[in-house]
């Protein structure tokens, strides 16, 4: 196993007695630590189990060429950091001739857009996609969580991954993206959701990115775990209900909710409101 960073040894101490969940409105000051706590003592044990996985000489040796130069290129970004990627080390280390680093890559930074996408495969690979969750807020609180966490445990990886904005999105980022957004149509069905489904995508991949860039950013004395729970909680407070709007889950339901607050509505004229009712009435009588 390879040696801990500095880092990770002192944000698994700070973090030791850890916890996690929390109310839809959020805890106590403690209980933030210790949610956060949480967060960055599994990221801590997902860094254990990377560098375990890296140290697999004899599975890294036997993989195909494309497959073998790319993790070679993530170790060495994971143990030495960005510049340390050259095409003269990946080759060495993944023991082959730098030429065919680049007819395979055309550069490096075509070299790096495929260690990006390795990123992204692996987080997807974290990921468990419960179809029916029994608390659909703190299925936002895990998938929330689970970022963060894959993000303090693999902080140059990460960093990579988000590092070019406009760089096109791999299978693996559509993907994930997928069962976020199936996340969150599960929200609005149940009533949950307070904003559109596009913004709240949004303010859950910023949020996620932002805790894990700005606490990588801070001094170890100034990382103070209630950051992340603070942020999580904001979002949740941002994107979801305090209540649902919609008592009864499924169309019948959300017609119900709707036809109630129709009266309230101005921007529709009375046929159109009219005509709105004559439809409402028609989904809601089939729940």
Request: hydrophobic residues 45%.
């Amino acid at each position: 196993m390879a040696p801990r960073s500095r880092d990770t040894d002192t944000d698994t101490e700070a973090v030791r007695s850890s916890g996690m969940g929390g109310d839809h409105g959020g805890g106590s000051a403690d209980s933030d630590i210790r949610a956060a706590s949480g967060i960055a003592a599994n990221a801590n044990a997902n860094a254990d189990v990377d560098s375990s996985a890296n140290a697999d000489v004899d599975a890294h040796a036997h993989a195909q060429p494309r497959q073998r130069i790319i993790e070679a290129a993530a170790g060495l970004l994971a143990r030495e950091g960005r510049d340390a990627v050259t095409t003269r080390a990946v080759a060495v280390a993944a023991g082959v001739q730098p030429p065919a680093i680049y007819r395979m890559f055309g550069d490096k930074g075509g070299l790096l857009d495929a260690v990006a996408e390795y990123g992204f495969a692996r987080f997807l690979a974290t990921k468990h996609v419960d179809p029916d969750p029994p608390d659909l807020i703190e299925d936002l609180r895990g998938g929330w969580d689970l970022a963060v966490e894959f993000g303090l445990a693999n902080p140059a990886l990460f960093t990579l991954m988000y590092s070019e904005p406009t760089r096109p999105a791999s299978a693996a980022f559509r993907t994930g993206l997928e069962i976020l957004m199936g996340r969150i149509r599960r929200l609005a069905a149940g009533g949950w959701l307070r904003v559109d489904e596009e913004l709240a995508a949004m303010l859950i991949h910023a949020t996620a990115r932002g805790a894990v860039l700005t606490w990588l950013s801070l001094p170890e004395d100034r990382r103070n775990p209630a950051l992340l729970t603070t942020l999580r909680e904001s979002m949740v407070a941002a994107v979801t209900n305090r209540e649902p709007a919609v008592r009864d889950a499924g169309p019948a339901g959300a017609a119900r909710a709707l036809r109630a607050a129709l009266p309230e509505q101005t921007v529709l004229s009375g046929a159109e409101q009219h005509l709105l009712r004559e439809w409402l009435d028609r989904v809601a009588s089939d729940g």
